[in-house]
């Protein structure tokens, strides 16, 4: 069943992560949960794992780099120095357990997508199988990474700007980074909805670019919710359901029987 377009703001964005969440949570998809659960415990016990192991090597990592000083003038210096490298690996075990959620997640989440489109009726899903999932492992991977090596070619610029150039550099981190990740973030969750119409890569640009506002609004909201502790974890589930919703309200056109190659 084709969706029916429709003109969708910045707001109307923003609020489709909250729809999603309901959605995901709510009592009456409660079938999803057997999607999301799974990859959801993997990256609690990767993290618990990861922060016990840096709770018994962080003293040896401070020490690696520089050893606690006898003189006492060298002594807050070289605290400073403990709690910053603290704080980076902490932020690193972090980082290395969102980033094999999202490993784990990324084929997972083409079947709750389809599942919402399901339910929503415009889409017939796929009877869910091991056998697709490991089938379209490697594929799903590898189009994580473009998407993590997109947002890394305009973020790490930036941050390197932030560091060398004071105050313009560290503004335009924040206002451009945070344009140009919930831009792309937007774009990630109504990814699935457009590739199983036939969109391609460049197609996908195409329709973001013609509901800027909507993926704007809807990525600024995942990032906000980021910023809570654990909030990848809780809020994928939902992010996935309101990016399909959001897609849905757009009206893409099944492109499939269109397709030349």
Not at 104 to 129: M, Y
Not at 227 to 254: H, K, M, N, S, Y
């Amino acid at each position: 069943m084709a969706a029916r377009a429709g003109k969708i703001g910045f707001f109307a964005g923003f609020k489709c992560l909250f729809t999603g969440l309901h959605f995901a949570y709510g009592r009456q998809h409660r079938e999803l949960a057997a999607f999301y659960l799974p990859p959801m415990l993997f990256g609690i016990l990767v993290l618990i794992a990861g922060w016990i192991v840096f709770g018994r090597v962080v003293d040896d990592i401070v020490a690696l780099v520089w050893s606690e000083p006898e003189a006492w003038y060298l002594y807050a210096l070289w605290r400073i120095l403990s709690v910053l490298l603290w704080v980076i690996c902490a932020a690193g075990t972090a980082v290395v357990a969102v980033f094999c959620i999202m490993i784990a997640a990324a084929p997972v989440s083409d079947f709750i997508s389809e599942r919402v489109e399901g339910i929503l009726g415009t889409w017939t899903p796929r009877p869910f199988s091991v056998r697709f999932l490991l089938r379209d492992l490697g594929s799903t991977v590898l189009l994580e990474l473009r998407r993590a090596l997109i947002k890394l070619a305009w973020l790490v610029p930036l941050f390197l700007a932030s560091l060398f150039i004071p105050v313009v550099g560290q503004i335009a981190y924040i206002v451009v980074g945070g344009y140009i990740l919930a831009k792309y973030l937007g774009m990630d969750y109504v990814d699935w909805s457009l590739a199983r119409r036939g969109y391609s890569w460049r197609e996908r640009f195409v329709f973001a670019k013609a509901h800027r506002a909507a993926l704007l609004g809807f990525g600024t909201a995942v990032i906000l919710a980021l910023i809570v502790p654990f909030g990848f974890i809780a809020v994928w589930p939902g992010a996935v359901a309101g990016g399909t919703i959001l897609c849905t309200r757009l009206g893409p056109e099944d492109k499939r029987g269109s397709r030349r190659d």
